[in-house]
Nanobody, 124 residues
Framework: QVQLVESGGGLVQAGGSLRLSCAAS????????VGWFRQAPGKEREFVAA????????YYADSVKGRLTISRDNAKNTVYLQMNSLKPEDTAVYYC?????????????????WGQGTQVTVSS
């Protein structure tokens, strides 16, 4: 089993940056693909970015391409989401999730473990 803890959220002005971290427990973190999802009030949870087990492949939602970068350090059991050029529409609770699936997906139901989320608020 994997436990995930997100950190790094906060309040930032439009155009600013934040770096989210997702720290995982356990010694088999490299067996999991990891995704970031977000959920704004009154909206469904949506895919943001994902990274394969060894960090070779990354995937992004069209709305964040060129602004957000996902990376991982398996030695530290941590996945990062660097967020630049933030917009008010990026405001949401951000969740990281781990998947044992062979193929990295963008569908929340295919992820096995979830963190508690961290709030990101972008003011205009």
């Amino acid at each position: 089993q994997v436990q995930l803890v997100e950190s790094g959220g906060g309040l930032v002005q439009a155009g600013g940056s934040l770096r989210l971290s997702c720290a995982a427990s356990g010694r088999t973190f490299s067996r999991y693909a990891v995704g970031w999802f977000r959920q704004a009030p009154g909206k469904e949870r949506e895919f943001v970015a994902a990274i394969s087990r060894l960090g070779v492949n990354t995937y992004y939602a069209d709305s964040v391409k060129g602004r957000l970068t996902i990376s991982r350090d398996n030695a530290k059991n941590t996945v990062y989401l660097q967020m630049n050029s933030l917009k008010p529409e990026d405001t949401a609770v951000y969740y990281c999730a781990a998947s044992q699936a062979e193929i990295v997906t963008t569908t929340p139901r295919t992820y096995d473990y979830w963190g508690q989320g961290t709030q990101v608020t972008v003011s205009s």
